[in-house]
């Protein structure tokens, strides 16, 4: 009997022992090893894969092999990178991202599928750089600054196909450029509640100041912010739509809103350009809108469009007033009332 149970106390002492011998083992989310790798060659940090990442070439696929946080920035000099993230590997940037680089215009694409890449810090592209939306979710929460000397290099650009995914490229900040502001090149928007689907579709909740285009939509955009150009403010062709939601204005040197052949444009605030609206070569004016009545939003905001029965070219505006008209400067500042609380319609 005695034997038995010094067995049994023997067997449980050895089972804490073992146990406070695990306990003292250090177990982390992210093990020992490599991380990434390109081609064949494995690297233990996103920063050693970016920098054997030969400059001035071809795009070069770094994959990723596991979920990466880097706590400080990335620098990608002369390169094009597309990061692929595979089925179930994250991103997170916490320092600014700076992309630069000559003669070739530096890209990072993201490429992934349906997880997310982050980035905390501030996006910074210089010398025609850009970053593009391959195929995830993507959240930018800093502000994104270029001084693209091509004008038709946009700082941000949406590319990939037309699976249902919600809003996969949000930007939280303001976007500065010398090109153009923001192409959304894929992806479709619900014309009567502005959601967005489709990968690389954009919503951009901060304000957008380009000396090129601001907005180009082949695909849909949403834009919670203002939109300033010195060149044309929203260019839709190819059945893209554009949505500036809540009191967001466009103001525009030259044209306000242009629809090449097909496309739509929802405008809760107001325009102001000397051109101010371009559809299918036909110019606008602000007095010549063709209804106020519910058309596109299922409101009574002003709708401009060669014809009723050509809905696939029309803009809809929300803020009108000639002058000398009362009733649209009292709907102006109601407007204005319901923006100083959070209110958007």
Known sequence: ?????????????????????????????????????????????????????????????????????????????????????????????????????????????????????????????????????????????????????????????????????????????????????VFASSGFIDYITGTVYAECSMLVKGNIKSTGIGVKATGGAVIQGNITSLSTGIYIYNNGYVRVKGTGNVKASDIGVEIENTGRADIKGNISAPTYIKIQGDIYTAKDYISTSKYLSGDGRYTYANSFENPEAAVHVGIYYPPNNIFGLILLMWVWFLSRFGIVW
């Not at 000397?149 to 949406?158: N, S, T, Y």
Request: glycine share 10%.
């Open 1 to 181: 009997m005695k034997t038995g149970v010094k067995k049994l106390i023997s067997t449980a002492l050895a089972l804490i022992m073992l146990f406070g011998l695990f306990a003292i083992i250090p177990f982390t989310a992210n093990a020992a090893g490599p991380v990434c790798k390109i081609g064949n060659v494995n690297y233990d940090t996103l920063e050693e894969a970016v920098a054997a990442v030969p400059e001035n070439s071809d795009v070069t696929t770094i994959t990723f092999l596991s979920s990466i946080v880097c706590p400080d920035g990335l620098v990608v000099d002369n390169k094009n990178i597309t990061f692929d993230f595979g089925l179930f590997n994250t991103l997170t940037l916490e320092g600014d991202l700076i992309i630069r680089g000559e003669p070739k215009r530096p890209i990072l694409d993201l490429w992934g599928a349906t997880y997310n890449v982050t980035f905390n810090g501030n996006i910074i592209l210089l010398n025609n750089a850009k970053i593009e939306n391959g195929k995830c979710f993507t959240l930018i929460k800093g502000n994104i600054t270029a001084n693209s000397h091509d004008i038709d290099a946009p700082a941000v650009c949406g590319v990939g196909t037309n699976n249902q995914i919600e809003q996969p490229l949000t930007i939280d900040g303001n976007i500065t450029t010398s090109g153009i502001g």
